[in-house]
């Protein structure tokens, strides 16, 4: 998947001229940079971008464009992605659980920070990380509540944990730190609260004073056409209550926005292959493309058709049953999907919000997955 050379108006001048079979992912830089500084003026410390949401070049690129200078990291693939196209920047290599030849990769490639939740991956990085300088966080988790999904399923330390990993970090000379995840798509900023209050606690209980705070991601995208991200909130929340559970011993926050950070920048253009018996509508696309991620969080409900002349669709919209393009019964979209009565087949559903986890999930299973990106200089119709 190439990003295209040629720059259209809008996603609408590009499928009525282009009339493509294939789905189209629109890529918007001016979103993502005018997104970058919302983030670099309003949260109170270090943006890093969780490259595992949208690794694209053209994506990273805009970041660095807009003065992101920190990159979360999963995988070797990703530290050199960086370190090719931002020599210079930040790299938190905060995956808990790497093999030792992965580690060893890192510590070639310069990495001064890391992140663990267990006894035994602590162990390898003190045996292979030289200590100076460099970084060690602590992950822990909560109950969660008000996420799409819950992280700390596979990874973070019980709060018990990572007490005893605290004192063993520091212990060891590396720069103590705490970090954690509250969950992906958290709109609610009290999320972070009681995250923020936790880490204060450990950090107590352990006799550690800690460098940083990393407050993770969780930061959302616009998915749902009735609730909007509350960014700013969610940045003062944080700032705000970070200052009332460590007082004098404020460390320096960090977050690792993904999907708040190219959400937004992407939007989907799949064709209606068939409206079977007026009854279900099969896209272009599917759970096995680029949509992907909404059978794990739910469907994105910004949506709208447009015929093949790019004319908005008018009819009363109500829920279908949608599949995508594969001959797998699992390829269907979560629950009913918004569609116009007037729609027909040869049509365009366009998808707004879907710069996450969407080119990275989409796969050729039977012969699908053919996906297009195109920049355009505006996401609107």
């Given amino acids: 998947m190439g990003l295209s050379k040629t720059i259209w108006t809008n996603p609408t001048e590009f499928l009525r001229n282009q009339q493509p079979e294939n789905p189209v992912l629109f890529f918007a830089p001016s979103v993502v940079q005018a997104m970058a500084r919302r983030f670099l003026d309003g949260f109170p410390g270090l943006v890093t971008y969780a490259v595992k949401s949208n690794p694209g070049e053209e994506m990273v690129e805009n970041l660095i464009a807009a003065g992101v200078k920190g990159f979360d990291c999963a995988s070797p693939f990703e530290i050199d992605l960086i370190r090719r196209l931002a020599p210079d920047a930040a790299i938190h290599y905060n995956n808990p659980v790497r093999s030792r030849a992965e580690i060893a990769h890192a510590v070639a490639r310069g990495i001064k920070s890391y992140s663990v939740d267990s006894a035994s991956e ?91 705070l990393n407050v993770g991601g969780g930061f959302p995208n616009h998915r749902a056409t009735g609730v909007v991200p509350q960014l700013d909130a969610t940045f003062e929340t944080i700032g705000r209550v970070a200052r009332e559970a460590f007082g004098a011993d404020l460390p ?89 009565d007037d729609i027909a087949e040869g049509d365009f559903v ?24 195109v920049t355009v200089l505006s996401l609107k119709l």
């Fill in 252 to 340: 320096e926050l960090v977050c690792e926005p993904g999907r708040a950070l190219c959400g937004d920048a992407f939007t989907l253009a799949a064709r209606i292959k068939a409206v079977r018996d007026d009854l279900h509508v099969f896209l272009n696309d599917g759970l096995y493309g680029s949509l992907f991620e909404l059978g794990q969080i739910g469907i994105i409900d910004r949506i709208e058709v447009l015929d093949p002349q790019g004319t908005r669709r008018s009819g009363a919209v109500h829920g279908r049953i949608c599949f995508g393009p594969t001959c797998d019964s699992v390829d269907r979209l979560p629950g009913d999907v918004p569609f116009p």
């Fill in 122 to 212: 602590l162990a390898k990085l003190i045996e292979m990380v030289p200590a100076a300088g460099t970084e060690i966080s602590v992950r822990f988790k909560l109950p969660v509540a008000g996420a799409a999904y819950n992280f700390g399923a596979k990874f973070g330390a019980t709060e018990e944990l990572a007490v005893e990993l605290l004192k063993t970090v520091a212990a060891a000379g590396f720069v103590p730190s705490i970090t954690f995840h509250p969950g992906t798509q958290c709109t609610d900023p009290n999320a972070w609260a009681s995250y923020i209050r936790e880490a204060a606690v450990i950090a107590r209980r352990a006799g550690v004073k800690i460098r940083r």
């Fill in 350 to 373: 366009v998808v707004h919000g879907m710069g996450a986890y969407s080119t990275v999930t989409n796969s050729r299973f039977n012969g699908f997955g053919e996906l297009q990106l």
